[in-house]
């Protein structure tokens, strides 16, 4: 369960808030900086947030934030399809080899919301540095209207870990601190870049001469030829992973629609589930749910699916491209991952993605340690730190030339590729983040919609009805981008 605004102090209500769109990314081999667009003018600097900045030691060139040397660090990672190895074999070891002095405690915590929520509600163990990622992570968008989490501005204006002549913020991919940002203050850091899509095996398709299509009528007649196989075409896993599914049938809302589709439902406007565009959508996949997936899938978790997928009964499973290293172990070594944009196109073309920084890490406004949560967060956007995370996950990070040197796995080619053959056409949405209790709703429709007990009309209708009820709730922040 999220820490909801009723939870301590209640927040006074905020300005709506003014967060662009993930500006349009650049080839993420690479991370070229996209012509016309500002690295400063990504977030504004504003105040502390309230609290003292944790440190209590001496500011040098090599300790901007004022670190105390001998202070422990208390550091929550979630090891999901990254793992945690990255922390512990690269980012770690990096404070420590910047402060030898301290303690630093690692906590791999699957399900995030139960295990820190109570955490952060006693305002005494409360962790310096968390990773609030997976199927139960905490409320963003709450987190912020009761004030639990730290302004990061004084970890984007810091000198860089490389060059102390450029800041933090000058050494990211344009976009990245405002993905992060609630009003114009910046309180997470989105640190991967993720694109997602459709994922299917290259040796199976190889080996059966078939081809991802690029239009709606085509996959349909695709997915025919995968049954006729006696292949499930279609699967995902409805006990965890619903919102990976709900991401295919936004994306697949917004290339038909535009980008104003998604806009429009994160900033809660009248009728904004209703559009024609999301309807269009919905219809679509309840009819791929209908015909092509295996109703069964409903009650297994994503790695039972995907473990499936890599036995080549499966063959496309919707995720982002986290997937290829999280099912390392069990794909065969001749798998070959490949990336497959929701074959439809309507206002953007068909090679149109969606594309983001994900995976989010905070430090806590209480922390005991909040200088030496800054810095670690600093050091993992060193190119050492970027570097070695792509070297050992291979995905890319946001930071600039953080892939330089490192050979991705044909799954992380794929997504690269689609994500430059994308080009202006890439959409995101924020509701999952800013609004928990939508997101909740959409997993739970979504299932109810691809497992065939609603139809699209009513899965329209019934996340409408869940926005209005939040759009009405003056105790909810409200956020507008």
């Keep these: 369960m999220s820490i909801s605004p009723e939870v301590g102090s209640s927040p006074e209500p905020m300005s709506s808030l003014d967060r662009r769109t993930l500006l349009r990314r650049a080839a993420v081999v690479g991370l070229v900086a996209i012509p016309g667009t500002s690295l400063l003018s990504a977030c504004a600097t504003s105040s502390d947030g309230g609290a003292s900045s944790g440190g209590g030691g001496t500011t040098s060139e090599k300790n901007p934030l004022g670190v105390k040397e001998d202070a422990a660090l208390d550091v929550v990672i979630f090891p999901g399809g990254y793992t945690d190895k990255y922390a512990t074999d690269v980012h770690e070891p990096l404070y420590k080899k910047a402060f030898p002095k301290a303690t630093l405690k690692h906590e ?13 509600a006693s305002g005494t163990d409360v962790p310096d540095m968390i990773n609030n990622s997976g199927s139960k992570l905490l409320d963003f968008g709450a987190l912020v209207a009761d004030k639990q989490l730290a302004d990061l501005s004084k970890l984007w204006d810091a000198p860089s870990v490389d060059d102390p002549k450029k800041k933090v913020r000058e050494t990211v991919v344009p976009g990245t601190i405002e993905q992060g940002s609630f009003n114009g203050t910046p309180y997470v850091l989105y640190y991967v870049s993720t694109t997602f899509g459709l994922w299917y095996s290259g040796k199976l398709f190889k080996d059966k001469g078939w081809t991802a299509p690029t239009e709606w009528d085509a996959f349909l007649k695709h997915l025919d030829d995968i049954k006729k196989a006696g292949i499930t075409p279609y699967g995902y896993a409805g006990a965890n992973a619903s919102y990976y599914q709900y991401t295919v049938i936004l994306t697949h809302a917004a290339k038909i629609g535009g980008p104003e589709v998604l806009k429009n439902i994160d900033n809660l406007e009248d009728g904004a589930w209703k559009q ?11 009819e791929v749910g209908a015909k092509y997936l295996d109703k069964a899938f409903e009650g297994l978790k994503h790695t039972d ?50 594309a983001t920084a994900g995976e989010g890490y905070m430090v806590p406004v209480k922390a005991k340690n909040q200088a030496g949560g800054m810095e670690y967060l600093r050091q993992m956007l060193s190119l050492e730190g970027a570097k070695g995370f792509a070297g050992l996950i291979k995905s890319p990070t946001v930071v600039v030339g953080g892939t330089d040197g490192v050979t991705f796995p044909p799954g992380v080619t794929s997504s690269t590729s689609a994500l ?23 997993r739970t429709a979504t299932n109810a919609l691809m497992f065939g007990r609603e139809t699209a009309d009513q899965f329209c209708e019934r996340m409408q009805k869940k926005a209005d009820v939040v759009k009405k709730d003056s105790s909810i922040t409200k956020f507008k981008r």
């Design 108 to 120: 791999a915590v699957t399900e995030v919301s139960t295990v820190v929520q109570p955490r952060l």
């Design 420 to 442: 430059k053959a994308a080009g202006k056409d890439v959409v995101n949405f924020f509701f999952d983040g800013d609004y928990k209790d939508i997101e909740q709703e959409c």
């Design 276 to 286: 024609d565009a999301v309807k269009q959508a919905a219809t679509a996949w309840a």
């Design 305 to 354: 699916v995907q473990l499936q997928q890599n036995q080549y009964k499966v063959a496309y499973y919707p995720s982002g491209d986290w997937l290829e290293n999280e099912q390392k172990k069990d794909a065969p070594a001749d798998f070959t991952y490949q990336l497959a944009p929701i074959p439809v196109k309507g206002k953007l073309s068909a090679a149109a993605v969606r």
